[in-house]
């Protein structure tokens, strides 16, 4: 570890919010935006006149589809907040930007208690149709032919009809069934775990019993991946309340310690080019999460990791060093250890692909109300002190230690 | 059957960056950005080379032969209609850790393999070669010949 002390210890979370979250809700972005965010600030027990921060991840006009959430100008116009400080993007480690931006912020004395969130309508946006790839909803103007024509990195990949992140991963994936022996019958396991534990979630989508038969008679999206290895899009609005740690007597709830964000990219910043396809960005956050943290892996009582796609989750708790490399097919077979009663309890509240795809703030929601003993009947047994939460697959990561 | 690809092309923007890249195809060869200083293949194109900085940077041709290095089977009908295709992840026999996204041709499902040689072959769109690869082709050979691809995997580098 570092001698100096890393900056976001002096950052707690203070308070938690989630709309509504459901299928096509026909409410707006802004309209479940402000529902979790007055109940963050309600929990934190603060009122919006104390709320001098705001952040989001990814900010206004970042893709289509219900994709983005409201920016901080609106947000910040709906709340009427005086603000000291704010941030809004879509660059830096993945979804986490947001949480990193304002856990700096606080500790920079820029503001005292920053309100961050996350919401996606993708689910009303997708109406009655199918899931969409990137290409269908260009805005680009057509050349010769008449159809939407792509620059930037996007343009290595449509033509070629990998339209979706599902296509990208799925490389990943399958390069993980050629080094490491991985199987469907163990990726299933992350499906099959957080469906079991979405039984305890009154807001996750699917909460019907699935068996591994089930899994492996879906139809398939990508080989090797098939629909129950896909998250899904969902309607809901998470919100936290970021504090300085100076706040934690005064919290009605237990607050939540950050105590070291993982944001490191080492390799290439590609979706193809990344020197090693069967970890990419995941391997570098992890390993810089560590190194500010006196704590490691074997701390860690439970996991919220990432599983936009099922095989990120899996990259994860390799790249976390929550199992050895090459062995998280063999260490969810069976679903025994990330049980919620298991050695390391895995995506509590169901994860993106039960749960829904909230897009990252789920699963840090999740691990704050663990982190509170407040789970009722999800709750991990032994009243866990230590959680991890990641986010992002591909050249995006993040990743956070969280502490009671 | 296997699709070739998807029934719609999404074309890429030509400029003068890519052009020469996405138009290399209308003399059969494949071509990359490279270094002419330290002979570094430089891909998607950059203005400088990672490797030595150096500016002198042109297209030159590559053998157009690589190696499979992941493959996903499509089935999700983002077009409606659209038969099965395969999205390739192909690595350039001349530089590790020099690879595309493509599609994998003339291959079914079954056929392929991570590990196996592959060969460039071009799909004219507008104005646009889109490099494809499939099944490397090769001459007649005694059929005792022992196939030298797809052996051990490369190790890794950045």
Known sequence: MSLVEPLERRAIISGIGQSAVGRRLNRSDLDLTVEACLEAIADAGLTRDDIDGLATYPGAGIGTGGFAGPGTPEVQDALRLNLSWHDGGSEGPAQMRALFAACLAVGAGLARHVLIYRTVTESTAQGTGGRQGIGASSEHEGEQSGLPRFSGFLQWYLPFGAVSAVNWIALVAKRRFHEFGLSREQLAYVALNGRKNAAYNPKAIYRDTMTLEDYLSARMISTPLCLYDCDAPCDGSTALVVSHVDYSPDTPQHPCHIHAIGTAIKGRPSWDQFDDMTTMAARDAAKSMWQRSDLGPADVQLAQLYDGFSVLALVWLEALGLCPVGESGLFVEGGDRIALDGALPLNTAGGQLSAGRLHGFGLLHEACVQLRHQAGERQVPGEPEVAVVSNGGGPLAGSVLLTR | ?158
Not at chain 2, 93 to 112: K, V
């Open chain 2, 1 to 158: 059957m296997t699709a070739d690809g998807p029934p719609l092309r999404l074309l890429p923007r030509l400029d003068d960056t890519n052009r020469f890249f996405w138009t290399s195809g209308a003399d059969g060869r494949l071509r990359f950005l490279r270094c002419q200083e330290c002979l570094t293949y430089v891909h998607p194109p950059a203005p400088i080379c990672p490797s030595c900085l150096g500016s002198k940077l042109t297209p030159d041709a590559v053998s157009g032969r690589a190696t499979l290095h992941s493959y996903t089977v499509n089935h999700q009908q983002w077009i409606p209609g659209s038969q099965e295709y395969i999205i390739a992840l192909v690595e350039i026999d001349e530089q590790e850790g020099l690879r595309l996204t493509t599609n994998l041709t003339a291959c079914e499902p079954e056929e392929a393999a991570i590990g196996m040689a592959v060969e460039v072959v071009f799909a004219l769109h507008d104005d646009v070669y889109l490099p494809l690869f499939r099944p490397l082709r090769r001459p007649k050979a005694p059929q005792s010949a022992p196939d030298q691809r797809g052996g051990p995997q490369k190790g890794k580098g950045r």
